[in-house]
């Protein structure tokens, strides 16, 4: 992080010698986007616009999607594929033409919006003359893959996102369009470039595939060598939906042999799916799910149509791409950041219990042994979850639900997935659920103590049998996962209650993690203070040194019942208020201030020893006993004798 925080500031640092003086810092500037500043400052690009200013009409804009009809039929399904599972995760997708032209874009719908400020939108274009350095018109002008991160955009709207884009060239290597994902810079992932160079390859392949098939559909021979130079399963059909070509992939994914195959009807090769004939004529297919229930184990996967028209635009058949489902969803994972965020060096504290609950964490992420998390709200236990999952050695990504933040009704279908058509509402294509996502990975069931008794009886036939049917199906699908739960519920007392399965209980805790709350751990405060405020300042853009001592007094002295998630906000809220570069008393919220500020008694002064001997004195002949008489003076009996042997006194003097 403290590497990263530096290359930071010293790519901000040269970005602005760029802007005020012209001067590059070859050391920290990568050559390609050294260049490329160059060439904005030569274009006279404004790098305090606020926005892309250049856009196409509504009429120029469909007039270029006219002209680029193949690449964005091809294109659209892997943009579809990849923007259905990137939903919320903070990412967009877009295709853009040779000269920057925006034409399809789709992603997080929030992201979308945030980014619709800077005028990333349909039409827009954002070559190096109108948006600086940036993955699409960078990309364009070097004709190679590029990732733009943070401050090496020259624009500085740009500065808190990043960006990968690669080229899409046609079998005569003239470039056809620019392939990109954007997001917070925050979220960036070296494997984002690689992805999205795959998919651009793949559309490459799809359009070579195209075009080839076109020029050689009566000339077999040839078109078989294209189909088996395609790393995907595919079938090619004629008009009445019977198999003319197949890859030894699409065999081996069917189980059957080519005789078998070739002139047979799609539907009895794939019965599960009447519908698909009308589907894929009618140009629908792209990304149905399709279920192969003649192998063992079943196989789901993805397809992706291309139809076939003559020049007269009469249809005459299609080609199909075959993709299973866990190549997709690894992918699709890698993509939109569906993994671990935190090791174990994130875990900040030197209190004892911590650094014990630290110790076992670390034992049991070198097995795939269930673990149970127990601990209040805010104290990290996801966290915890995250860090098991990143040193394990399990290759899947890292999925986690809240079981008490979904409703009961949608619960089943987000656990379990669900069929095409399952239920009003459900998507034509089927979705899979949590389990499936996490295949070979850890899925972390937080707040477990919260779910519904019937769906604890789910759960608990799914870690058993290591299988799942999804909603509305009827075949199951092996899974590998491993599973955290994590709870600040007493189990035990909600299996007393009967409002928690006993047996459930002990098949997820098999090993039992405790975090303790902060108030029991206020040594570490100071710390944990440190350590947030990084990434609170890097998060605000702010550069906020520390807390006076005053401030961090009063932040050891409270209970806080939010634990560290109740920190962070009183912190974040600090750097915000913030006059100078430390957070003092007054950047701290009233009800943590006013409470250390409640007025208390000054203690009094202690009576001198001729005082206190005609105290004792006094309360010795007015009670009865020796017993009333130490109470009456606040004190034990035997500090009382002993008072009375320092001053010489007796009981027995004082009461003649």
Not at 11 to 23: K, M, P, S, T, Y
Not at 354 to 362: N, S, W
Not at 606 to 623: L, M, T, W, Y
Not at 639 to 654: D, E, H, M, N, P
């Amino acid at each position: 992080m403290r590497k990263t925080d530096e290359r930071k500031r010293g790519l901000h640092q040269a970005w602005e010698d760029f802007i005020n003086r012209g001067v590059i810092d070859e050391d920290v500037v990568r050559p390609e986007i050294a260049r490329s500043w160059r060439r904005c400052r030569k274009l006279d690009v404004d790098p305090m616009v606020g926005q892309v200013m250049a856009a196409l009409s509504p009429a120029e804009l469909e007039l270029t999607k006219k002209k680029r009809e193949l690449l964005l039929n091809t294109a659209r399904p892997y943009v579809k594929l990849l923007s259905d599972y990137a939903v919320k995760s903070g990412f967009t997708v877009f295709l853009a033409d040779p000269k920057g032209t925006v034409l399809i874009l789709d992603g997080d719908r929030a992201e979308i919006e945030r980014q619709s400020r800077v005028n990333l939108r349909e039409g827009a274009i954002w070559s190096e003359r109108y948006a600086g350095t940036n993955a699409v018109g960078t990309s364009i002008f070097t004709k190679s893959p590029l990732q733009v991160v943070g401050e090496e955009h020259y624009c500085a709207f740009q500065h808190r996102i990043t960006c990968s884009g690669a080229p899409i060239c046609g079998p005569d290597g003239a470039l056809v369009g620019i392939l990109s994902m954007s997001g917070n810079s925050e979220h960036v992932n070296i494997h984002t470039l690689g992805m999205v160079v795959a998919c651009a390859q793949a559309i490459e392949n799809q359009i070579m595939l195209i075009e080839t098939m076109e020029e050689l559909r009566n000339r077999n021979l040839l078109m078989n060598a294209t189909l088996e130079s395609v790393p995907n399963a595919l079938i090619a059909i004629d008009k009445g939906g019977r198999v003319t070509q197949v890859n030894s992939l699409g065999l081996k994914m069917l189980n059957r042999g080519v005789e078998d195959v070739i002139g047979e009807k799609l539907p009895r090769l794939i019965p599960g799916k009447p519908d698909l004939l009308s589907l894929i004529e009618s140009g629908c297919a792209d990304g149905v799910e399709i279920l192969l229930e003649n192998i063992d184990p079943v196989v789901r996967c993805n397809i992706s149509s291309n139809e076939i028209y003559d020049h007269r635009g009469h249809y005459h058949g299609a080609v199909l791409l075959f993709n299973k489902r866990e190549q997709v969803v690894k992918l699709v994972n890698q993509i939109t950041g569906a993994h671990s965020k935190f090791g174990f060096d994130a875990l900040v504290g030197e209190e004892p219990s911590y650094l014990e609950a630290k110790r076992v964490a670390k034992e049991v992420s070198k097995t795939n042994a269930s673990v149970l998390l127990l601990g209040e709200s805010g104290t990290g236990k996801e966290m915890f979850a995250q860090a098991i999952h990143e040193q394990s050695a399990r290759e899947g990504p890292f999925i986690a639900i809240n079981c008490a933040a979904i409703p009961r009704s949608l619960m089943e279908s987000e656990l379990f997935g669900y069929e095409a058509s399952a239920f009003t509402g459900a998507s034509r294509n089927g979705r899979p659920g949590k389990f499936e996502l996490a295949h070979k990975g850890t899925l972390l069931l937080d707040e477990i103590g919260d779910m519904p008794l019937d769906l604890q009886a789910a759960i608990l036939r799914v870690l058993q049998e290591r299988e799942v049917v999804r909603i509305g199906g009827h075949k199951s699908l092996p899974i590998d996962v491993r599973i955290i739960a994590s709870t600040n519920c007493d189990l035990r007392r909600k299996i007393r209650e009967k409002t928690f399965r006993e047996d459930l209980y002990y098949r997820i805790n098999v090993v039992t993690i405790k975090i303790s709350p902060l108030r029991q751990r206020k040594s570490d405060i100071t710390l944990l203070s440190s350590a947030l405020l990084h990434g609170i300042n890097r998060r605000m853009n702010k550069a906020v040194v520390g807390i006076t001592d005053e401030a961090l007094a009063i932040l050891r002295d409270h209970d806080w019942p939010g634990n560290v998630r109740e920190l962070e906000n009183v912190l974040e809220r600090g750097v915000v208020l913030a006059r100078d570069n430390y957070i003092g008393v007054e950047d701290l919220p009233d009800y943590i201030v006013s409470k250390r500020e409640e007025p208390r008694e000054e203690p009094a002064e202690p009576p001198s020893d001729d005082d206190e001997k005609d105290i004792i004195e006094d309360a010795v002949k007015k009670n009865r006993t020796m017993a009333l008489a130490a109470k009456s003076l606040g004190m034990s009996r035997s500090t009382l004798y002993r008072k009375l042997k320092k001053y010489g006194q007796s009981r027995t003097a004082l009461l003649k």
